[in-house]
């Protein structure tokens, strides 16, 4: 079946750590995207890439990394500038144009 | 900066009702409108989506698109508990670029 994946469900960041969240989709879309989501706030975007090799930051992107080496991946590390980390990350694809979002399931991070 | 509106709830309804969700969009450049539902603790999907003025039907799902007044619905015929969830309202202001979303807004249906 073909979707997204985002591991790990949970994570636990400790103060001044880094930590990368895993997306990999199979299904051929050339975009894909992460975003951040705060109780009872919207979504907002940190990284998209629309092609391999590249990539550009979003509303949001101070404290966050990614890298598109592969079309099926895009790795998200939250370091340790990232000073407000706890939220739901949602990573998502698209086959790009006027088509929708296909969304993975989701990473919760903490801050311990 | 482009914002997107929603009333964030909860709006409740009783079973079988009519939920009307509503949202308004500031760039009147704007092309495409989605709407995705979001259980607590899960990831959005795609519900609908909408490109031309009018009214755009999927089963109980409509979806109505007004360019002129920048406001786009979703109604949601004979509601069901298990409709209960928050509804995005997703803009995408030009050809090829990203998506705006709005908060949310938080819909009950009660049996």
């Known amino acids: 079946d073909g979707g997204i994946t985002q591991s790990p469900k949970y994570l636990f960041r400790k103060e001044g750590q880094n930590v990368t969240l895993s997306c990999e989709q199979n299904?051929?879309?050339?975009?894909m995207y992460w975003y951040r989501q705060d109780p009872g706030q919207g979504l907002r975007l940190i990284y998209y890439?629309?092609?391999?090799?590249?990539?550009q930051k979003g509303d949001i992107a101070e404290g966050y990394s990614v890298s598109r080496e592969k079309k099926e991946s895009f790795p998200l590390t939250v370091t340790s500038a990232q000073k407000n980390p706890t939220a739901f990350y949602l990573c998502?694809?698209?086959?790009?144009?006027?088509?929708?979002?296909?969304f993975g399931s989701g990473t919760r991070l903490t801050v311990v | 900066q482009k914002e997107v509106e929603q009333n964030s709830g909860p709006l409740s309804v009783p079973e079988g009702a009519i939920a009307s969700l509503n949202c308004t969009y500031s760039?009147?450049?704007?092309?495409?409108f989605f709407w995705y539902r979001q259980y607590s603790g899960k990831s959005p999907e795609l519900i609908m989506f909408?490109?031309?003025?009018g009214d755009k039907e999927d089963g109980r799902f409509t979806a109505q698109l007004n360019k002129a007044s920048q406001y786009v619905s979703l109604l949601i015929r004979d509601s069901q508990p298990s409709d209960s969830a928050t509804y995005l309202c997703?803009?995408?202001?030009?050809?090829?670029?990203?998506?705006?979303f709005g908060p949310g807004t938080r819909l009950s249906v009660l049996p």
């Open positions: 760039d009147r450049g704007s092309q495409s």
């Open positions: 909408i490109y031309s003025n």
């Open positions: 299904l051929n879309h050339d975009a």
């Open positions: 890439s629309q092609i391999v090799n590249d990539f």
């Open positions: 997703a803009v995408r202001y030009n050809y090829g670029q990203n998506f705006v």
């Open positions: 998502a694809s698209s086959i790009g144009g006027a088509y929708g979002y296909t």
